[in-house]
């Protein structure tokens, strides 16, 4: 029988991304503030490298065959431009607003509205991992050590206002998408799922430190809110968290025997940033536990928007 349980990880995790781009990272004070950073910049931040390192994992013997990653490349394609086009309205609403600048909005109409840089991000990095598929295993493991090292580096250095001075790097990180891209974020996770049956036996040996480690996050976390970082889109423990879940569940036996949409974790992670438009005109409130409520509003608006669209998709299987 079927493990349906890496289907219900991206499902929390569809969820958790809700969370992400609800709780506030600054704007309230004290325990209340500490708990908002913790959960928008610490234990959210699980949920897209652990993403890209569960479709690396489904691609990991597929990397030699070209016609299939092609066809799962378009496929994505296809979805972020249809996607594109149903946020345009958002975008150019708050642009209008003056939340962004011009040269922010052609950003956002290359790379993605909101979270939607994740689909082109993917794009890319299929393309990547074609391209690497003959290296060497020690060379793969070089290659995603160092780009994940320069890409929190230099996201660091950004979020330190030590690029302040220099036009040039500040230029080159808002060009390449921020450090939440397909080269330093998307590539060398996904190629960290395609790595899977390497570092598997490694990753059972510390199995039990999955909470540790969990702890460890939120005392990291805790240091950037301590030295008042903005939200870090990469954080050091979350590759190997990302990996520790993963193989948890993976290997778990399967704790729900029953049918799962394939599309549902897919449909919360695109619907939700109109559920949070709908529900944020009506419910303006910014205190801690309007947030919370917000946060649950916002999940059941979503699923509602999910259920309509995979109607939809049901007929013209272009939206999930």
Known sequence: MRNNNLDI????LAFLVVALHVFPVSKLEGIAGLISYEIASGI???????????????LRNKLADKSYLWKYAKRILLLYVIWQLIYLPDLIRVYKLGWFSQFDLVLKLIYGYWHLWYLL?????????YWVQNFSVSLKWSLLIILLLIGYGYQILHQSDALH???????????????????FFAFPMMMLGTLY??????????????????????VEVYWYYQLKVKAMDFLV???????????????SKSIYQGPISTTFSLGIYLCHPYAIRLVYEFLPQKTFDFVVLKYFLICFVAIGFWWIVDKINKKWTYFL
């Open 9 to 12: 990880l991206k499902i929390v």
């Open 44 to 58: 959210t931040r699980i949920a897209v490298p652990t993403f890209f390192l569960i479709s690396g994992y489904f």
């Open 121 to 129: 991000a993917t794009v890319m990095a299929v393309a990547l991992l």
């Open 165 to 183: 001075g220099s036009l040039q790097g500040r230029f080159i990180y808002e060009i390449i998408g921020t450090t939440r891209n397909f080269l």
């Open 197 to 218: 049956e390497n570092w598997k036996n490694s990753i059972s040996k510390i199995n039990k430190m999955l909470i540790p480690i969990s702890i460890l996050l939120l």
């Open 237 to 251: 423990v979350l590759p190997l968290l990302s990996m520790l879940v993963f193989y948890n569940v993976k290997e």
